[in-house]
């Protein structure tokens, strides 16, 4: 038993190890993107941050969902944001997962390029949104007599610049149209959606997204136009940008893998990033090489014929 225990160890470690150079390889030639869109996460951030200053408290708005559902209350506005964090967590273990599991689909690097592209798209329509036009804030902090709904004029830059993190981000007022937890609850689900492998836990990851509408709405956190703007803004967001981005390569299918040594000192930057983002080879430059029912093919036009042939 302990000897099984410590060869699958090892495998384990092996694998985390080959997953980890992988990735690496990858963040060197992606990094540009993921800095950009964790930056941009500051930019939307300092948005949220700066109509607060412009958030006028006023009677709560007509809404249907707030006579539909019963309101939560303050003690248990904490539910919402406990689903939420559940959904976060569960979605960035899951892009990882190709560090411990044998069966991977996904890079974690390309992944994450491809949903911040998606966050950042409809972050800067909220963002435009939200500026257009100021709602009173339904949230309990932001209505009249809290004096959290309105901030004092900053008394210098560096009090914008640091958001008050994270009492900011928590007690934010005027970030109404549309709910940024829905984007990235909505994010999250989609891309699991089409990359995921397992349908119960996509099944289940619809239903969370639907419970966590529900829940913003009664917690009093936005307006149920809020939520239901955001569904098809972020799905409808996500299907064109998704459409404009590479297809993520699938790492289930056969490998195009240099020969030699001399091969492998050619393989440059350029055709290694056609690769990646699934953009054919000229077979005439590169040979695929994998194996099949235990035979080793190098020739891509040989192993057509093989698959033509049944064999």
Request: include cysteine; proline fraction near 5%.
């Amino acid at each position: 038993m302990t000897l099984y225990i410590g060869r699958e160890a090892s495998k384990l470690w092996k694998r985390i190890c080959a997953e980890t150079t992988t990735e690496i390889n990858l963040l060197a030639e992606n990094w540009r993107y993921i800095l950009a869109g964790l930056i941009f996460q500051y930019i939307h951030g300092l948005a949220a941050r700066g109509v607060h200053y412009l958030h006028r408290p006023g009677p709560t708005l007509q809404d249907v969902g707030f006579h539909i559902l019963p309101e939560l209350g303050q003690d248990k506005a904490y539910i919402s944001e406990s689903v939420f964090t559940c959904i976060f967590l569960s979605f960035f273990a899951w892009t990882f997962h190709p560090f411990v599991f044998k069966t991977k689909k996904i890079y974690t690097v390309l992944v994450w390029c491809r949903v911040l592209a998606f966050l950042v798209a409809s972050q800067i329509l909220r963002i435009i949104t939200f500026y257009s036009t100021q709602l009173p804030g339904p949230n309990y902090h932001c209505r009249e007599g809290s004096r959290l709904a309105r901030l004092p004029p900053p008394r210098s830059p560096f009090e914008v610049l640091l958001i008050n993190f994270p009492r900011g981000v928590l007690y934010g007022c005027g970030d109404l149209i549309f709910s940024s937890h829905m984007i990235f609850t909505l994010v999250f689900v989609l891309t699991y959606q089409k990359y995921g492998s397992i349908r119960f836990i996509k099944q289940v990851a619809w239903l969370v997204a639907v419970i966590q509408s529900l829940l913003i709405v009664a917690s009093r956190k936005h307006y149920t136009v809020d939520v239901v703007v955001a569904w098809y803004t972020v799905n409808l967001v996500v299907f064109f940008v998704d459409k404009k981005l590479p297809e993520l390569l699938d790492r289930m299918a056969p490998m195009l893998l240099p020969m030699n040594v001399k091969d492998k000192d050619g393989w440059n930057k350029e055709e290694n990033h056609k690769l990646l983002n699934g953009i054919s080879v000229d077979p005439a430059d590169w040979r695929l090489r994998t194996q099949v029912n235990g035979k080793v093919l190098e020739d891509g036009n040989s192993l057509q014929d093989n698959a033509k042939n049944g064999a």
